[in-house]
């Protein structure tokens, strides 16, 4: 697995890797098509790469296979503080269960260290996702609708 800093050029693994956080328990809620047209989706992504943004991309055999990314999103679904970034998660189907969004998760965390003390995310309880943050390190904080807040000290 090679894991690389996110640049300009994926902004359509991205857009796709955002589209499986949405439709995570398996509903297709979102195509890229409406995830685009949905400001409190696209808000993740939208004008992607901005100046804080930052982000990793792990490839397998040189086919993307997933991908973490993470901004300051004031009032997203996982905000805590203006000086938290955000992280969105996505691992290609067809890739999973191989660590490739653990490897990711811990590339972030290193990516986010020299700017930033901590990380934040939102993920619903029900989500698997949720078992592997906190293996990473993430703490409950609250909970926003039917989410929960997640927060890792860097
Ligand atoms: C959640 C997701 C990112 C996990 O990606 P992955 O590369 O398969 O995860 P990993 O292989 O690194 O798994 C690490 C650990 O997380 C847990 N885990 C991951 N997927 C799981 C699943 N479907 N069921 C149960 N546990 C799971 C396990 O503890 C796993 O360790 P193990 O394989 O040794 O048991 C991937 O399933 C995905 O993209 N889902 C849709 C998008 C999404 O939900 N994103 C997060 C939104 S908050």
């Given at each position: 697995?090679?894991?690389?800093?996110?640049?300009?050029?994926?902004?359509?693994?991205?857009?796709?890797?955002?589209?499986?956080?949405?439709?995570?328990?398996?509903?297709?809620?979102?195509?890229?098509?409406?995830?685009?047209?949905?400001?409190?989706?696209?808000?993740?992504?939208?004008?992607?790469?901005?100046?804080?943004?930052?982000?990793?991309?792990?490839?397998?055999?040189?086919?993307p296979?997933?991908?973490?990314?993470?901004?300051?999103?004031?009032?997203?679904?996982?905000?805590?503080?203006?000086?938290?970034?955000?992280?969105?998660?996505?691992?290609?189907?067809?890739?999973?269960?191989?660590?490739?969004?653990?490897?990711?998760?811990?590339?972030?965390?290193e990516?986010?260290?020299?700017?930033?003390?901590?990380?934040?995310?939102?993920?619903?309880?029900?989500?698997?996702?949720?078992?592997?943050?906190?293996?990473?390190?993430?703490?409950?904080?609250?909970v926003?609708?039917?989410?929960?807040?997640?927060?890792?000290?860097?």
């Amino acid at each position: 697995m090679l894991l690389r800093p996110a640049t300009a050029g994926d902004l359509d693994l991205l857009s796709a890797m955002l589209v499986e956080a949405c439709n995570w328990d398996g509903n297709p809620w979102f195509t890229v098509e409406t995830a685009r047209s949905d400001d409190k989706v696209w808000r993740y992504l939208a004008g992607w790469p901005r100046t804080d943004d930052f982000g990793v991309v792990a490839e397998i055999d040189g086919v993307p296979a997933g991908a973490s990314w993470a901004r300051l999103v004031p009032g997203g679904y996982g905000y805590v503080a203006d000086d938290v970034p955000e992280l969105t998660l996505g691992v290609a189907a067809a890739f999973r269960r191989r660590g490739v969004a653990r490897a990711l998760l811990g590339a972030l965390a290193e990516a986010a260290r020299p700017s930033y003390r901590r990380l934040s995310l939102s993920v619903d309880p029900q989500n698997p996702a949720a078992d592997l943050y906190r293996a990473a390190g993430f703490v409950k904080v609250g909970v926003s609708g039917t989410s929960d807040t997640m927060v890792l000290d860097l």
